[in-house]
């Protein structure tokens, strides 16, 4: 199971809407690691006194912890680092490690994850990584929590796709800076857009007004002259899903990069100095 969609501010002050990994889907992306490495360990044991039953004790024994601290250690560093995240019981169940911010998950995080593993997940059969889980409002295990990362759910679809984007506006759209735009403005907006159906006339193009002046006093530009505040609002939201789009795919490697907004048409009227909305008289 996954937590609903929870924001994250990222270091360009993009808000992300991301689905965090609760324990169950955790757990189980765990157990198929652990069987890989248990699987690959064995394996390797059994080649060890195979190979070196005949040399010095000493250097068995040393060939011996050697495989064991990369086993624990190098299996999950290497595949997260590689994989921008991912282990092999992420990749089957949907799984990745980002960092706090939304960004992809670091090799130094990637190491205090592992050492941390050692501790938690090995040495007490998991018991501390399932109590941090389960207090932790993001699902952190104890490794989480001091490398400042966290486990999303990519297969968790958006409970609010975000509206179309109108094709007159995508082009000033492109250009605005997002940075003001906080979280509570753009759930706003995009609830109004969702049941602007249901709202009566003159209801709907009063709170058009007033919520589109609240999300414009924190962009710019000012959108163009004559815009109607439902799509201005619309193309906001639009954009905004964009770069996030963007922002994600920096962690997928091979992913296609989102089309960007048309440039603006030639012998379009500059925006105006002044932002915001004046309901009519």
């Given at each position: 199971m996954v937590s609903q969609p929870e924001p994250l501010v990222t270091g360009d002050a993009v808000v992300l809407e991301v689905s965090i990994a609760q324990l169950p889907v955790r757990a189980a992306a765990a157990l198929i690691d652990l069987m890989v490495m248990l699987i690959g360990y064995v394996l390797g044991v059994t080649l060890w006194a195979l190979t070196l039953a005949d040399f010095d004790s000493a250097l068995s024994a040393a060939v011996l912890i050697i495989f064991t601290v990369l086993t624990l250690l190098g299996y999950p560093v290497v595949f997260e680092t590689a994989t921008r995240g991912r282990s092999l019981?992420?990749?089957?169940?949907?799984?990745?490690?980002?960092?706090?911010?939304?960004?992809?998950?670091?090799?130094?995080?990637?190491?205090?994850?592992?050492?941390a593993g050692v501790i938690e997940i090995w040495m007490f059969t998991g018991a501390p990584a399932v109590l941090c889980s389960m207090v932790s409002p993001r699902g952190k295990r104890i490794g989480d929590v001091f490398a400042g990362t966290m486990v999303i759910s990519e297969r968790t679809p958006r409970l609010n796709p975000p509206p179309p984007m109108p094709p007159a506006l995508a082009g000033w759209a492109g250009t605005i800076t997002l940075s003001g735009l906080g979280s509570a403005q753009a759930e706003m907006a995009r609830q109004f857009l969702s049941r602007t159906t249901q709202l009566d006339p003159r209801m709907r193009e009063q709170m058009a007004y007033r919520i589109a002046g609240e999300v414009l006093a924190r962009i710019a530009p000012p959108p163009p002259p004559g815009a109607p505040p439902e799509l201005v609002l619309a193309a906001v939201l639009a954009e905004r899903h964009r770069r996030e789009l963007e922002r994600l795919q920096v962690a997928r490697p091979g992913s296609a990069p989102s089309p960007s907004p048309p440039?603006?048409?030639p012998g379009t009227a500059p925006p105006p100095t002044n932002s915001g909305f004046t309901p009519p008289g």
């Open positions: 019981g992420k990749m089957a169940l949907g799984l990745r490690v980002v960092s706090d911010d939304g960004s992809p998950e670091r090799l130094r995080q990637a190491i205090f994850r592992a050492l440039p603006v048409p």
